[in-house]
Every structure is written in structure tokens, then in C-alpha cells.
């Protein structure tokens, strides 16, 4: 690589965790930040951090052209890594980190801008420990960074499984079928919520909200007598309309609890969840006695090219977060939100993930519509 050693020094920058819709647009911005107003360069770290904990660092020089029209492109071209972290492992920690240090100071970065969700911002968090300068910027479809309001890619796998269900609300109508849409989330419920209400479905199933299988079976045999009264009235065909219900992947079920929220295991011995939408598809056909499907919606919503909302928060967090670099300030995941830019320091960042919180604004809308969540009347 050619005279890394400019006025400014060259920024490093790692996309870790899961993939999510945006990743792209905050390399590109960064890379445009950098060169354009720094003179500096920026050297692309492969598969998160696991470019730098490599005996031999792994990464790729970014330039202008090479990142012009990638924004507009889902999943990451510098690659991510979601497989567990090595620094769990003590003897595999020493390794990683004195490897870390040595590619560091070979390659003498101004600083580190690590894009990443829960699990890579916590071991960003025992990296900057050592003295590494870094600024943290927050990414997951599922939104539960804990002091972040709004994170890349949430906005795109809203809008995804928002007309996943709005497609399922078609066909439902047509075959009068009771369709159940599983989203990811793990153990929040934003994205089944917002989803949700974007897509205006009957009912959903959130984590934070233990739902009971009897209560659902009220709520929708009540739902279907309305629509059947409403079907005669109008002169229609009588009976089920379509029943639409957004479960997220970690729902809960109060009854056969043992059962729910289900987990798989991978080849690589990763847990997974999945499944809780296909118990309540099964029993509520078994109760109700009606055709019901499930579809499950799967990493289509991580996979996704980024919507105008997420490219611009992407950018906009890659500007501020080289700004500060460049002033010396680091040692933050950096956020932002109705109140502007908030800095949430390394120290402060926990294992905690966000969740819907029983006054969260959105649940109480959802409730005032009449939406059913399997918790009783509303
Ligand atoms: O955290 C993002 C997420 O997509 C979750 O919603 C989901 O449970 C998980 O990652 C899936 O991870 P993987 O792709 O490793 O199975």
C-alpha cells in the first residue's frame, strides 16, 4: 500500500455482527469524509474485527471509486462476522488482542470506526480498554442496541416485513385463510410492532408480551364472527375475510411455554430461533378449525437494499463519527435521535438488550386500534 502516512493518518473501519440493510452507505460516506476532508485514507477491515485479531492484518485500501455506488446495495463488501467472538475464550483472547496490537501499529490508523450491533460494540468495548481509538456505530434489524433509538437497518427490515405482510393481507382475503408472518427480532419486539402497524395486519405476537393461546383464540373468533356480520351486511361473501398475524421469533407463549420461544442448531453449533410462528399457525387451525399458513420471513429482512432513511442516517452517523475522530474524540457509539447527537461511552455500554417497554408510545397505539397482541381485551 502506497503512503498510508498523510497529514491526517488513515482511518480503519469494520463492519461486525450480522449484516444489515446500510452497512454500505456508511463505508461509502466515510470513505468520501476522509478523502474529501481530511486528505486521509481508509483501509477496510474484512469479516469485523477478525481482520485485525489475523497474524497478518486482512483488509483492503478504500477508495472514492471503489465505494461511488455501493450505498444504494445491501449486505457489507468488507464482509461481517456474526460466529461468536474469540475474546470469550481467555487463551484465545491473549492471541486475538497481541495480534490486534502488532497489525495496529503496523499500520499506524488515526482510528477505528467500528459499524456493528450488541455483540460487536461489546467487544469494541474490551478493544478500547487497550487505548485503541474508536467510534462505535450502531446497525441491527432489530433495534435493541440499549441507549440507541434508532439504528441502521431497522427502517429497511420494517418496510420489508411490512409488505411481506401487506401481501399476505391479499392473499388471506382472497382464500379467507389465516396467514402468520414470522419476523426476526430475537428477544424485541420492535420490528413484528412497527411492522405491524406499517402494514396495519390483524394482531402481533412481540416478546416482551407473553401472549396466551386462549386469549387469541377469543380474540380471533370474535374478529371472525365481526367479519362474517360484516360480509352480510354488505352484501358479501360471508365468513372469514383473512386473518393476518405478525409473530416475532421470540414470542412467547404462556401455554406449552417449554415449547416456545423455539431454537435450532446450526451445522457451526449457533443457536437460532425460529419455529414459535409455526405452534401458533398449527394450533390456531387445530382450534379454530380454519386454514392457516405460515411464512417466515427470514434474513430477506437483513439482506435488503437499504431504503432512503437508513442511507441517510448511515451517512449522516459516518460524517459525525470521522469529525470526531479527527478532533480526538473516541471512545463512544455514537447515536442519534429526536434529541440530536448522543455519545454513549464504551464504559457505559452492557450486554443489556432494548426492549418495548409496556408505555412504549407505539404498543399504546397498537392497543387503541384494537390490534390483537393475545393479551385480553384491550
Ligand atoms: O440480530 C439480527 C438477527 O437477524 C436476528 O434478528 C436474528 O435472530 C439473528 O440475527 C439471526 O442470526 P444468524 O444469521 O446468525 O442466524
Same mark, same amino acid.
Given at each position: 500500500?502506497?503512503?498510508?502516512?498523510?497529514?491526517?493518518?488513515?482511518?480503519?473501519?469494520?463492519?461486525?455482527?450480522?449484516?444489515?440493510?446500510?452497512?454500505?452507505?456508511?463505508?461509502?460516506?466515510?470513505?468520501?469524509?476522509?478523502?474529501?476532508?481530511?486528505?486521509?485514507?481508509?483501509?477496510?477491515?474484512?469479516?469485523?474485527?477478525?481482520?485485525?485479531?489475523?497474524?497478518?492484518?486482512?483488509?483492503?485500501?478504500?477508495?472514492?471509486?471503489?465505494?461511488?455506488?455501493?450505498? &444504494?446495495?445491501?449486505?457489507?463488501?468488507?464482509?461481517?462476522?456474526?460466529?461468536?467472538?474469540? $475474546?470469550?475464550?481467555?487463551?484465545?483472547?491473549?492471541?486475538?488482542?497481541?495480534?490486534?496490537?502488532?497489525?495496529?501499529?503496523?499500520?499506524?490508523?488515526?482510528?477505528?470506526?467500528? /459499524?456493528? *450491533?450488541?455483540?460487536?460494540?461489546?467487544?469494541?468495548?474490551?478493544?478500547?480498554? $487497550?487505548?485503541?481509538?474508536?467510534?462505535?456505530?450502531?446497525?441491527?434489524?432489530?433495534?435493541?442496541?440499549?441507549?440507541?433509538?434508532?439504528? /441502521?437497518?431497522?427502517?429497511?427490515?420494517?418496510?420489508?416485513?411490512?409488505?411481506?405482510?401487506?401481501?399476505?393481507?391479499?392473499?388471506?382475503?382472497?382464500?379467507?385463510?389465516?396467514?402468520?408472518?414470522?419476523?426476526?427480532?430475537?428477544?424485541?419486539?420492535?420490528?413484528?410492532?412497527?411492522?405491524?402497524?406499517?402494514?396495519?395486519?390483524?394482531?402481533?405476537?412481540?416478546?416482551?408480551?407473553?401472549?396466551?393461546?386462549?386469549?387469541?383464540?377469543?380474540?380471533?373468533?370474535?374478529?371472525?364472527?365481526?367479519? =362474517?356480520?360484516?360480509?352480510?351486511?354488505?352484501?358479501?361473501?360471508?365468513? $372469514?375475510?383473512?386473518?393476518?398475524?405478525?409473530?416475532?421469533?421470540?414470542? /412467547?407463549?404462556?401455554?406449552?411455554?417449554? =415449547?416456545?420461544?423455539?431454537?435450532?442448531?446450526?451445522?457451526?453449533?449457533?443457536?437460532?430461533?425460529?419455529?414459535?410462528? =409455526?405452534?401458533?399457525?398449527?394450533? $390456531?387451525?387445530?382450534?379454530?378449525?380454519?386454514?392457516?399458513?405460515?411464512?417466515?420471513?427470514?434474513?430477506?429482512?437483513?439482506?435488503? +437494499?437499504?431504503?432512503?432513511?437508513?442511507?441517510?442516517?448511515?451517512?449522516?452517523?459516518?460524517?459525525?463519527? /470521522? +469529525?470526531?475522530?479527527?478532533?480526538?474524540?473516541?471512545?463512544?457509539?455514537?447515536? &442519534?435521535?429526536?434529541? *440530536?447527537?448522543?455519545?454513549?461511552?464504551?464504559?457505559?455500554?452492557? =450486554?443489556?438488550?432494548?426492549?418495548?417497554?409496556? &408505555?412504549?408510545?407505539?404498543?399504546?397505539?397498537?392497543?387503541?386500534?384494537?390490534?390483537?397482541?393475545?393479551? *385480553?381485551?384491550?
Amino acid at each position: 500500500m502506497k503512503n498510508r502516512k498523510t497529514k491526517n493518518g488513515p482511518i480503519a473501519i469494520c463492519t461486525g455482527g450480522g449484516d444489515a440493510p446500510g452497512l454500505n452507505a456508511v463505508l461509502r460516506a466515510v470513505v468520501y469524509r476522509v478523502g474529501l476532508g481530511y486528505q486521509g485514507q481508509v483501509l477496510g477491515i474484512y469479516n469485523g474485527f477478525n481482520g485485525l485479531f489475523a497474524k497478518s492484518a486482512e483488509y483492503e485500501e478504500l477508495s472514492i471509486a471503489s465505494v461511488a455506488a455501493i450505498h &444504494t446495495y445491501g449486505g457489507t463488501i468488507l464482509g461481517a462476522a456474526s460466529q461468536g467472538s474469540p $475474546l470469550r475464550d481467555p487463551k484465545e483472547a491473549t492471541a486475538s488482542l497481541a495480534n490486534f496490537k502488532k497489525n495496529w501499529e503496523k499500520l499506524a490508523p488515526k482510528g477505528l470506526v467500528v /459499524i456493528g *450491533g450488541d455483540g460487536t460494540q461489546g467487544m469494541a468495548r474490551q478493544i478500547a480498554a $487497550l487505548g485503541i481509538p474508536m467510534v462505535g456505530i450502531p446497525k441491527t434489524i432489530d433495534n435493541d442496541l440499549l441507549g440507541s433509538e434508532v439504528a /441502521i437497518g431497522f427502517s429497511t427490515a420494517v418496510e420489508v416485513a411490512a409488505n411481506a405482510a401487506k401481501s399476505l393481507m391479499h392473499t388471506a382475503a382472497a382464500h379467507q385463510r389465516l396467514m402468520v408472518l414470522e419476523v426476526m427480532g430475537r428477544t424485541s419486539g420492535f420490528l413484528a410492532l412497527h411492522a405491524g402497524l406499517a402494514s396495519g395486519v390483524d394482531g402481533v405476537l412481540v416478546p416482551e408480551i407473553p401472549f396466551s393461546m386462549d386469549q387469541l383464540e377469543r380474540d380471533l373468533r370474535k374478529k371472525l364472527k365481526i367479519q =362474517d356480520r360484516d360480509s352480510i351486511k354488505l352484501g358479501g361473501r360471508a365468513g $372469514l375475510q383473512g386473518v393476518v398475524l405478525i409473530v416475532a421469533e421470540g414470542a /412467547i407463549a404462556l401455554e406449552g411455554k417449554k =415449547d416456545s420461544p423455539r431454537t435450532k442448531l446450526t451445522a457451526s453449533g449457533q443457536t437460532v430461533l425460529g419455529g414459535i410462528g =409455526d405452534f401458533v399457525a398449527g394450533e $390456531l387451525s387445530r382450534r379454530l378449525g380454519i386454514e392457516a399458513r405460515l411464512n417466515t420471513l427470514g434474513h430477506v429482512q437483513r439482506g435488503a +437494499d437499504p431504503n432512503g432513511t437508513d442511507r441517510i442516517l448511515a451517512t449522516q452517523l459516518a460524517v459525525e463519527a /470521522i +469529525d470526531a475522530l479527527y478532533r480526538n474524540q473516541h471512545g463512544f457509539v455514537l447515536t &442519534t435521535g429526536p434529541q *440530536g447527537y448522543k455519545r454513549i461511552p464504551y464504559g457505559e455500554i452492557t =450486554d443489556l438488550r432494548r426492549r418495548l417497554e409496556p &408505555t412504549d408510545p407505539l404498543l399504546i397505539t397498537a392497543q387503541g386500534l384494537g390490534m390483537i397482541l393475545g393479551t *385480553g381485551p384491550n
